[in-house]
């Protein structure tokens, strides 16, 4: 079946940087557009960012634009998301996501915080 697996969450400091991966499985990785989502106490779930079959076409809302950068390694089916200049309000649970199948990885935990 269809698999998302997030890590690399944790808690850091404003201006700190992390880099989320999402390991996939059960589908056909090279094929698929791939998504990072993000869902904060309270808040419904936000897109954050996409990237092509190919890895050559990305898009981010600009919120992130500038401090995100997503990127995937269609060899190791695994997606990820390197964050930079991080701000408190970037805390929240990340998720990955195959928008054409509808599918949601587990999350992983992001905290900004001085």
């Known amino acids: 079946q269809v698999q998302l697996v997030e890590s690399g969450g944790g808690s850091v400091q404003p201006g700190g940087s992390l880099r989320l991966s999402c390991a996939a499985a059960?589908?056909?990785?090279?094929?698929?557009?791939m998504a990072w989502y993000r869902q904060a106490p309270g808040k419904s779930r936000e897109w954050v960012a996409s990237?092509?079959?190919?890895?050559?076409?990305?898009n981010y809302p600009d919120s992130v634009k500038g401090r995100f950068t997503i990127s995937r390694d269609n060899a190791k089916n695994t997606v990820y998301l390197q964050m930079s200049s991080l701000k408190p309000e970037d805390t929240a649970v990340y998720y990955c996501?195959?928008?054409?199948?509808?599918?949601w990885g587990q999350g992983t935990q992001v905290t900004v915080s001085s």
């Open positions: 059960g589908f056909n990785f090279g094929n698929y557009v």
């Open positions: 990237i092509g079959i190919t890895g050559s076409t990305t």
């Open positions: 996501n195959v928008p054409s199948i509808g599918v």
